[in-house]
């Protein structure tokens, strides 16, 4: 009997590509033996794990009597394509992250588990699903000039073509998408397309629009609320080509889709495109990454383009594709104006001016939305005699005041405790909540306007599963009159009958350390203000703020972002950031901040280069969460190579370090 030695990569954060034995020849009727890009059950340790084969080779580096056995191939799933594998291999590279780390976790876990029942169970399942169906769509209105230029270039462009669509809110960047995808699906009969959105709340919407418009075609959703059985069907579904549509969050960036020929990213400004743990990627930088690899077009659709895209655009790297007008018939950018709260004392954290407005919408059986983005009652709870202030014993952070659930909470570590009686240093019984959140001005609002239907939606009004649509559902359906809530209700949604929009509390991140606050800012002023008047109905957005003459406001009262994007990135250029700069971040925390930085500072001496920065360790914004310290090193280049060639030799002398501390490396980091 000869063999052949199978490459398998297993989700262990070493090295992750381990050699296994298999009796049969390299090249003998490859297609009875095991192929590259299929799943493999190998012995590791005393355990029996699902892995992936990236080669298969004659020979092996490994000692013959320290060869393990490979224990089964999963014959029964088509190969993932070597397409798909240089993804995971350009993802695992570009973010020095294991081979193994980045492609089986973007696997469903029923895969990856050893046994083989939910896998045969869902092929099963697959046989019953109908065929993929007619791509005909329904219902199509017609385009304006600007949508309908827009939509034939995407669906017209062969090749790598990265577009742009610039569309102001309510312009109908879905309704380019959705022409954009007749196009390509009616092309050729095999094609796939990708859509991601940003959040999970998204998909509904967008999933009824793409249901109605291709009833006859099978649309399969990726996201983290889908039960492991139907996070398992949708992918097999991609897979095997039947899905013809695949709408998801990030992680449906590794779907496999072996006839992909269009990708969709809405709102690709949006920092939820990038995982903020384990494996730090950009799913919108994947996914350029993935057009170009296949070429294939991809469009990136936003009100306020991310500073990198805009970037891209202007130099002609990307096509720049405007939609100017909002797409309804009369319906026009609502008006913004500043309400100085200087001038007009809040009363319930609430000035004249808005209250006047509220309550002239609900005369006029209108919606109103309240956007802040702060839940809970209060930030924190103080003891006016004494100063005491309610800190989290854990973390450099406050614990929030929850009234309705008579608790405090730490939004870092979780921390819960009963309000106190007294204060806990001087026994004063008068404890005073300092600030508001969503749950105070639902109070406040309560008591102004007792008749009004109000509805608080943020993360905790929303932690039963499918809650939050039906949060959703009862705005659309005109239940409510005033909707307050955080940036879940700032995104994306069409609510038909809303004309006013107050912002309560925006002045904070006018003054955060973090660069990238004012891009985010304006992006999410502009994005909530973008939900009123869409219907057509005249519509108010009221800006409630201490620093009425600041620049930023002052673009956003004129909805002007290409002005204040020149001059961001102008600013960029001058302080030689992103993205003119390239930027990783080696963060590192310990119980003791010195330990977490003198670990940094050894990292920074030990390996000396000319291409790269490397800055001195600082703490981070929030040093302690979760009795940790943690600090940070920030590595720059003008040159992309430069850093990742250096990023791959520094990771792998800091692998060898052996050191206490638990240290990770973003690449591209969001927030430094
Ligand atoms: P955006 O995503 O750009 O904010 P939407 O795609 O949600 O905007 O579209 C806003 C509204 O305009 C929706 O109600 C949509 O049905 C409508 N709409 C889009 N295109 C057209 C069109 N060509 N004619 C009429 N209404 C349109
Ligand atoms: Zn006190
Ligand atoms: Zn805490």
């Known amino acids: 009997m ?28 490859p297609q009875v033996g095991p192929q590259v890009g299929q799943l493999a059950l190998v012995p590791f340790g005393r355990r029996e794990v699902v892995g992936l084969i990236v080669a298969i080779v004659a020979e092996s580096d490994v000692p013959a009597d320290k060869l393990k056995n490979a224990i089964a191939v999963r014959s029964q799933l088509a190969p993932l394509s070597p397409q798909w ?12 992250r294991p081979l193994g780390e980045v492609a089986l976790p973007g696997l469903p876990k029923n895969l990856r588990v050893p046994t083989t029942v939910a896998l045969d169970r869902a092929l099963k399942k697959m046989a019953k699903l109908p065929p993929p169906g007619d791509p005909s769509p329904s219902g199509m209105p017609p385009l304006n000039t600007e949508q309908r230029e827009a939509a034939d270039a995407i669906g017209g462009a062969v090749g790598f073509t990265p577009a742009l669509l610039y569309g102001v809110t309510g312009s109908g960047k879905t309704e380019v998408y959705l022409q954009a995808c007749a196009q390509v699906l009616a092309r050729d009969p095999q094609a796939q397309i990708l859509i991601l959105v940003p959040e999970i709340n998204l998909t ?15 649309l399969a959703t990726l996201h983290s609320s889908l039960s492991e059985g139907e996070r398992m069907l949708h992918w097999l579904a991609a897979h095997q080509g039947q899905a013809r549509i695949v709408l998801g969050t990030r992680l449906a960036i590794l779907a496999s889709l072996p006839h992909l020929q269009l990708i969709v990213i809405d709102e690709e400004h949006d920092p939820s495109y ?83 407005a509220l309550r002239q919408r609900l005369e006029r059986g209108e919606q109103s939305l309240l956007f802040l983005n702060r839940r809970g009652y209060a930030p924190v709870i103080t003891c ?19 009234k309705p659930e008579h608790r405090l909470r730490c939004h870092h570590c979780s921390l819960e405790l009963r309000i106190p009686r007294h204060c806990p240093t001087c026994g004063n019984v008068d404890l005073q909540p300092l600030g508001r959140g969503t749950q105070r001005f639902e109070e406040g609002l309560s008591a102004m306007f007792p008749a009004a239907r109000i509805l608080r939606i943020d993360a905790d009004s929303t932690r039963k599963k499918g809650s939050a649509q039906e949060a959703f559902d009862t705005v659309h359906r005109g239940e409510v009159d005033i909707l307050i809530g955080t940036q879940m209700v700032a995104k994306g949604h069409d609510f038909k009958k809303l004309t006013l929009v107050g912002i309560l509390n925006p002045d904070t991140a006018l003054f955060s350390q973090d660069y990238r606050a004012s891009e985010r800012l304006f992006a999410q002023l502009m994005q909530v203000a973008g939900r009123a008047g869409r ?82 360790p600082i703490p981070m914004t929030m040093t302690r969460v979760y009795n940790v310290d943690r600090a940070q090193l920030l590595v720059e280049s ?25 240290w990770s490396l973003e690449v591209d980091p969001l927030d430094i």
């Open 638 to 662: 003008n040159s992309r190579p430069a850093l990742q060639a250096f990023l791959k030799e520094w990771l792998a002398l800091l692998r060898s370090m052996k050191s206490r501390v638990r």
């Open 535 to 616: 219907a057509g109905l005249a519509s108010e957005v009221l800006i409630q703020t201490r620093y009425a003459q600041h620049p930023l406001y002052s673009a956003v009262v004129r909805h002007d972002y290409d002005r204040f994007a020149m001059n961001l990135l102008e600013e960029r250029h001058q302080a030689a950031l992103p993205p003119y700069m390239y930027q990783a971040l080696l963060r590192a925390e310990a119980p003791e901040l010195a330990v977490a930085v003198a670990f940094l500072e050894e990292a920074r001496d030990i390996l000396p280069s000319e291409a790269v920065t490397l800055n001195d």
């Open 384 to 402: 006016e005699a004494c100063g005491w202030i309610s800190n989290c014993t854990r973390c450099t952070s406050f614990m929030v005041l929850h």
């Open 274 to 356: 990038k995982q903020q743990e384990g494996l730090r990627y950009s799913a919108r930088d994947l996914a350029v990454w993935r057009a170009r690899q296949l070429a294939i077009p991809i469009v990136l659709g936003s009100a306020t383009p991310s500073l990198e895209s805009w970037h891209h655009a202007q130099t002609g790297r990307y096509d720049l594709l405007p939609l100017r007008e909002r797409a309804v018939r009369d319906a026009v950018l609502p008006t913004v104006r500043l309400l100085d709260m200087e001038r007009d004392k809040p009363k319930e954290g609430l000035t004249a001016g808005l209250l006047a």
């Open 85 to 96: 594998l240089a993804l995971a291999g350009f993802a695992a590279d570009y973010y020095q």
């Open 2 to 29: 000869s063999y052949c030695i199978l490459q398998i990569a297993l989700d262990t954060p070493l090295n992750s590509v381990f050699d296994y034995r298999w009796p049969h020849e390299v090249d003998a009727a």
């Open 204 to 218: 509904p919407q967008l999933e009824g629009n793409i249901r109605a418009r291709f009833p006859g075609l099978m």
